[in-house]
Structure formats: C-alpha cells, structure tokens
Nanobody, 126 residues
C-alpha cells in the first residue's frame, strides 16, 4: 500500500496563487502517472492535470495557461502551481499516484495501481 499525502491548500482571493504539494511513500520516480484531480460537492471528481513517466503532461481546458504541474525527484514531491485562481477553482484537490505491478516497469506493466491522498481544500474568495 502506498501512502499519498497532499498539502498546500488554503484560502486565497480570486486572482491569487497557491502551490499544492504531493508526496508518496513510494518514490515518485517509480510512478507511471501522477496527477491532480478536484471535486466539489455534488459533482464528479475531475482531472485537473497529470504527468506521465514519459514526461507527457495533460491539463483540463479550464486550467490551461494558469496551472502548472511539475515534480522534484530529489524531494519526492509533485507540485501543482495554481495562478490566477478563480472562484470556480475552489474544490478539494486530490493527488493520484499510479505505479506498475511489482517488478515491472511502466513500459511493460499490464496494470497500473492507483493510490489517492485524502485531499486538500482550496477556497477562492471573490
């Protein structure tokens, strides 16, 4: 079992910035995918941004140009830099880490095991 933990949430005014951090008990260098999702009450969890082991990044259309995903392997940490925050960005943000089967690399694994953190609240005031 991999433990995933987010931090960095808080309250910010619209137009402001926050940086979320995510660490995992298994080094993120061995992950196949790392990502940030968010959820508001009554809605499904949605992908905000993801980073694959081959370096490919994805962003939801609603955050393109404002959010940046990155990782610091030396610190075993995934980040989400959120700029120009809008009230509609308010949500609980979850970090997801995907790892290959034991002994496999991401290229050959037949399954990716996904682990989630407990979430960090982001509140954006108008």
């Amino acid at each position: 079992q991999v433990q995933v933990m987010e931090s960095g949430g808080g309250t910010v005014q619209a137009g402001g910035s926050l940086r979320l951090s995510c660490t995992a008990s298994r080094h993120i260098l061995t992950s196949c995918t790392m990502g940030w999702h968010r959820q508001v009450p009554g809605k499904e969890r949605e992908l905000v941004s993801s980073l694959s082991s081959d370096g490919a990044t994805r962003y939801a259309d609603s955050v393109k140009g404002r959010f940046t995903i990155s990782q610091d392997n030396a610190k075993n940490t995934l980040y989400l830099q959120m700029n120009s925050l809008k009230t509609e960005d308010a949500a609980v943000y979850y970090c997801e880490a995907g790892y290959p089967s034991a002994g496999d690399t991401c290229r050959v694994t037949s399954v990716i095991y996904k682990y989630w953190g407990q979430g960090t609240q982001v509140t954006v005031s108008s």
